[in-house]
């Protein structure tokens, strides 16, 4: 039987981490097995690891060409491993797959993640007295767990993830056969061409989609989230909800879509959606240089990793969906029910998280597969590195503690586009001034007499919406570096001194561009000597808008 992805895939790293495959030159079923247990005991919940025979390893690379593996022993190391297979405690059957790369075959061991474990196996399955240990998998070792180890491992007995349970309220057949072979192609598995004569029935096997004995045999949630035409029936709050929000939360109109299907479908429809509607360019010209910057109000690598993760991360098993909020001045992804306990605030501040243990890790696999979404503990750095580059603003992750209901990431739109963020601003500010003209509309009498006094009170009214307005809006986008360089500059600063002695940075251009020439664009940082920008005396002065924002701030102890 073949295995699900493409053999280049496997080996190319980018599919399946290194920790989860191992390259063996020969047959050693004293190694072998001790790496097949601690791959179905999954102790971190990453999916299904995969032994690799006929390749030799060179600091856990493959080496190319490949060694190759003799077909004609596949025959008894079938029988062989059948037998060995049965001293796994509880007994655990991998899955062979004879492969072809660089001209020659290799033997796949496919081991999916067990769900009986924990499991134990001898430290020598071929000695004659046998001492079995469970085995874990320890970066790219299997080895015996210590006791705090053994005891979590232990605990897992019943905590089978829940895209990985079998769901007995349903029939096999409710998967469906093109859905399975379409992913089967996109991946470029064996397994496609085989499966054209299969059933529904035994392709869910081969695909590890279902789970039982013949008259008992039930899909997994997995296949019913990802192979079935019917998704929301089973899963209700399986869908992802886009809201566009024009004039922010506060306004009075909003555009809603919503996407449903298999998961994946609606990841795929999601991020086409937000490419084509919410995506802008802008070019950048810059003095005296014919360089030109290119940049995004969001980049598209950013809202592609939030929302993947928001996909492979979220409880299924609830009934709130996914949330998007394009909003004027940033888009939040929202995603239930949060984050794992053992992921603190401080560790997405730093931009660095590694899970403890993952919620989905079959969905992770076949996202993985698709290429939605990266390795282990990759999503967090890839959002911080892709707004970086883009010259955006720092992403901001956050989850209601202690409650920990649900997950949130806000992307911050470019700097660029505030002037069209305060168009939105104004446009809202003009209706609510049409508004308040129309209410103050009086007979033509009155308003001869009274015309000035209401036009004088309807002014004062706007300004000081239009004022507050963009207060509050400006106070809502402010990073905390920001925060600190308006209240650094209360009294005027050099550019030398923001850099090194507000931000810790080291003096640079950049710098000057990432940080302080967008505040002085937003007008919450002023020139001290404005006839003159370049000036080497320049210095640079919190305006009274950055302290007002200062104030609306410290005032809500933000």
Known sequence: ???????????????????????????????????????????????????????????????????????????????????????????????????????????????????????????????KHKVYNYRIRYNSNSIIPNNEQERELQQLTSQTPFDDRVNSFVKVDELSFSLMREHLELTQSKLFTESATMSVVELAEKMNLSQGANEHLFPKNVGLLMFSKNVQTYFKGAQIDLVEFPNGLAGKSFNEKIFRGTIQQQLIDALSYIRVNVLKEKIIKHTNTAKVDKVYNYPFSAIEEALS???????????????????????????????????????FDKGIVRARRYRNRRVGEFLKELRLTEGRGTGIPTIVKSMFQNGSTRPQFGTNDPERVYFVTELPVHPEFYDQVNEQINDQVNDQVNDMK?????????????????????????????????IYKLSKQLTKKQYTILSFCLKEKSNKNIQENALNLKFHNDNFKRHIEPMIKQKLLQRTITDKPNSSKQTYLTSELGQAVLEVLDKNNN
């Not at 004293?30 to 690891?49: P, Q």
């Not at 992804?333 to 053992?342: E, F």
């Not at 007979?443 to 007499?449: E, L, V, Y």
Request: proline share 5%; glycine share 6%; charged share 25%.
């Open 1 to 127: 039987m073949s295995i699900l992805i493409n053999i280049e895939d496997l080996l190319s790293g980018a599919i399946v981490e290194s920790t989860r495959v191992e390259f063996k030159q020969g047959w050693n079923p004293k190694t072998i097995m001790r790496t097949v247990c601690a791959f179905a005991n999954d102790f971190e919940n990453e999916g299904s690891g995969y032994l690799i025979i006929g390749i030799k390893e060179n600091k856990g690379k493959p080496q190319r060409p490949v060694l190759g593996f003799d077909a004609k022993e596949l025959e008894s190391i079938e029988k062989e491993l059948v037998s060995l297979s049965n001293l796994i405690k509880p007994t655990y059957f991998p899955r062979l797959s004879l492969e072809q790369i660089d001209n020659k075959n290799v033997l796949v061991i496919w081991v999916p993640a067990g769900s009986n474990r924990p499991y134990k196996v001898a430290d020598d399955v071929t000695a």
């Open 309 to 347: 993760n928001a996909v492979y991360h979220r409880n299924y098993e609830l009934l709130d969906p996914i949330e998007i909020r394009i909003l004027p001045n940033s888009i939040e992804i929202i995603s239930y029910n949060g984050v794992d306990p053992s992921l603190k605030q401080a560790d």
């Open 438 to 470: 129309t209410s103050h509309t009086d007979s033509k009498a009155t308003k001869k007499n009274k015309g000035n006094q209401v036009n004088d009170q309807v002014n004062d009214q706007v300004n000081d919406q239009v004022e507050t307005q963009n």
